[in-house]
């Protein structure tokens, strides 16, 4: 059997080792430290964002900014369909109701005629959403103007779920500080990582204090244990945090590495009719965390997305369906849905193949191979 080729697989650069001795020599090996402080002054150094709070994962981040927001158990929040599912499942983690938004055609993301259209009705039923929770997926921007224009009109806070995005910019800004709060992701799968990892970014250094307060325990100045709130464990470790200072060193050529993948899939593709692929919006940078494409066997003469994926997985290849949309998840169908069934749509005919920055030239031919082989069939 040849070597496994995954669909996006951890890439170390090389000083990682030296953030994570330093931590063992220092005997700093606890959920706090220098290497967290530093990691948090790279991201704010890197986005842009004025405060930033590293924690233990990116559903944390979510979890802590809808806290900051005050969302209460029956309060509704906006979100993405199209997502994973982190994004959702920490608006249950309040006992809010999630209430989803499909995609638009081009960006793949949040359609803004949806939102609007969700937004005047649920005020008309009485109840206005608490906030607005954005993806980015696949590091591809929004409709970031219609969408930060929409959330103003109707006095609504935003949320921009970039666990995917880190990387990628709209104007030159980057993607997760268009909103009061923006999170990140650091899971092994993503851009960079530190094995596990997320954090909260934002402008709003009250929101930042408060997040790092919950995430130890919310212990109150005391000599002893004195708790006023209820505190969560959500802090990075600092050993974690060793590994994602090395990371940030390697960021952009990592992002690099992914849009030649991209670019290297499309030129290859280019002459097939029905292989479409998800594109970089105008005034945008996409990080192409994964390239994904879709397949219309209308087109195809008959060949369908899964017909790739089991050619791909036949030569030890991991390939994978775009993510299944939330209102179409046993777990989340019977929440309230607005949309024309854009996602689903994209959810059929859509795969995500090999894209990590650590892919050789040999396993890209591998992969071209079996995708020019399954379609000029
Ligand atoms: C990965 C991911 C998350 C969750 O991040 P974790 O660090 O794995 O908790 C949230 N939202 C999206 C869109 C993601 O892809």
Redesign the pocket.
């Known amino acids: 059997m040849k070597d496994k080729i995954w669909l996006s697989s951890p890439h170390m650069g090389g000083d990682e080792i030296k953030f994570v001795q330093e931590a063992f020599d220092t005997n700093w090996v606890a959920p706090l430290g220098p290497n967290v402080n530093g990691f948090e002054e790279d991201l704010q150094n890197y986005t842009g964002a004025k405060y930033a709070a590293a924690l233990s ?4 981040a ?1 979890h802590l900014s809808l806290i900051m927001l005050g969302v209460q158990p029956g309060d509704e929040v906006i979100c993405s369909s199209f ?2 599912s ?2 959702i499942n920490a608006i249950r983690y309040q006992f809010a109701t999630p209430i989803t938004i499909d995609s638009e055609e081009e960006t793949w993301n949040m359609s803004p005629k949806f939102l609007e259209e969700a937004i005047k009705d649920r005020i008309a039923n009485g109840k206005k959403p608490k906030a607005v929770v954005l ?1 980015h ?1 696949y590091g591809v921007s929004a409709k970031i103007d219609e969408i930060v224009e929409i959330c103003n009109r109707y006095e609504i806070p935003l949320i921009e ?1 970039a ?2 995005a880190l990387g990628a910019t709209y104007k030159g800004k980057a993607l997760g500080t268009f909103g009061v709060m923006g999170i990140l ?3 092994g799968n ?1 851009i960079i990582t530190t094995s ?3 954090a909260l970014i934002s402008d709003n250094e009250e929101y930042i204090t408060k997040a790092r307060f919950l995430a130890t325990q919310a212990r109150d100045n005391a000599p002893h244990y004195q708790h006023t709130h209820v505190g969560y464990n959500y802090r990075m470790s600092n050993i974690c945090a060793g590994i994602g200072r090395g990371q940030m060193k390697v960021l952009d050529e990592h992002v690099a590495l992914r849009r030649k993948n991209y670019a290297f899939y499309k030129e290859e593709l280019a002459k097939y009719e029905g292989i479409t692929f998800l594109e970089e919006p105008e005034n945008s940078f996409a990080n192409m965390w994964l390239t994904c494409i879709l397949v219309d066997p209308a087109k195809t003469g008959g060949i369908t997305r899964d017909d790739i994926r089991l050619a791909l997985e036949a030569e030890n290849i991991e390939s994978r369906p775009l993510w299944k949309p939330m209102h179409l998840q046993p777990a989340y169908e019977a929440h309230p849905f607005y949309g024309d069934g854009t996602s689903e749509r994209l959810f059929n005919m859509g795969l995500c193949i090999p894209s990590g920055s650590n892919l050789s030239d040999e396993d890209r031919n591998r992969v071209i191979t079996v995708l020019h082989a399954v379609l000029s069939k």
């Open positions: 994962s990116g559903t944390a979510l997502t994973f982190a994004t993806v997926l779920d666990a995917e992701s650091f899971n993503k596990g990892g997320g």
